[in-house]
């Protein structure tokens, strides 16, 4: 079973997908910790934002693996466990000139698309999962928040990590990705089979609830399809 989530920074995808995973004993997919890698390997090499030349070559020598755990995701660059130097406010500004180049988003789709098939089963999660990586996945979620829950749950994240940041930074940061990223999951947005939800009010726990009812209900129609086609 795929199940893809998408939607702005801050929606609480990350937090979720992990945690609905874990719950159904399937592997994690963090697309966006591949987007930030190649943006640390461009700034460790000096290569620039507006060089997109250099960064499309230092995306295609780069060698990223990623160790999707249920309760962290080791990140490690051409053999360097980065999983913490990719979380910090300067990469989170490269990652969008990265992210913004086609040859460099093909590249990751075509990698995280392996990934697919090598694990079979996944929740993976980004910006582009239900509408570009995996269009046939089994259970396709927008997810989103109000930008002011969102600007106070990246606070508390980076707080938590130890990191002294200006809440007006996080508000000015979600909203240059807002209008870099918005365009990526909008083709969902008309589709009546992709669960879209608002998670402002809601804690981790019931949006997980509510997700592992939506893959029972899907799991529930995909055999009664199966059953009706064997019986013609
Ligand atoms: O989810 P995140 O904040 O770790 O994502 C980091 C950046 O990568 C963000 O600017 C959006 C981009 N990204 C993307 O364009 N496509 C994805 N599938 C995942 C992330």
New binding site residues.
């Given amino acids: 079973m795929i199940i893809t989530i998408?939607g702005p920074?801050g929606s609480g995808?990350?937090t979720i997908a992990r945690k609905l995973a874990a719950r159904l004993g399937i592997p994690y997919l963090?697309?966006?910790?591949?987007?930030?890698a190649v943006a640390l390997r461009a700034l460790r090499l000096g290569v620039r934002p507006n060089d997109a030349a250099g960064l499309i070559e230092c995306a295609r020598q780069s060698h990223i693996e990623l160790d999707c755990g249920p309760t962290f995701t080791r990140v490690v660059l051409d053999g360097e466990d980065v999983s913490e130097a990719i979380r910090g406010m300067t990469v989170?500004g490269a990652?969008?000139a990265?992210?913004r180049l086609q040859p460099i988003?093909e590249l990751?789709v075509q990698r995280?698309r392996e990934l697919g098939r090598r694990f079979g089963s996944l929740v993976t999660?980004?910006?582009?999962?239900g509408s570009v990586?995996f269009p046939d996945a089994d259970l396709k979620v927008v997810m989103d928040a109000t930008l002011d829950r969102r600007v106070k749950r990246r606070h508390l994240e980076m707080l938590a990590d130890g990191e002294e940041v200006k809440v007006q930074d996080i508000l000015d940061n979600l909203r240059e990705?807002d209008n870099?990223?918005a365009h990526?999951w909008a083709p969902l947005l008309s589709d009546p089979d992709v669960l879209q939800l608002d998670t402002s009010h809601m804690t981790v726990a019931q949006v997980v609830e509510r997700l592992l009812a939506e893959v029972e209900r899907r799991r529930a129609r995909s055999a009664s399809a199966a059953r009706t086609a064997n019986s013609r």
């Avoid at 963090?30 to 930030?36: K, N, V």
């Fill in positions: 998408d920074a995808k990350s963090d697309t966006g910790a591949m987007y930030r989170n990652t969008s990265v992210a988003r990751l995280q999660e980004g910006r582009d999962q990586v990705r870099n990223d990526q």
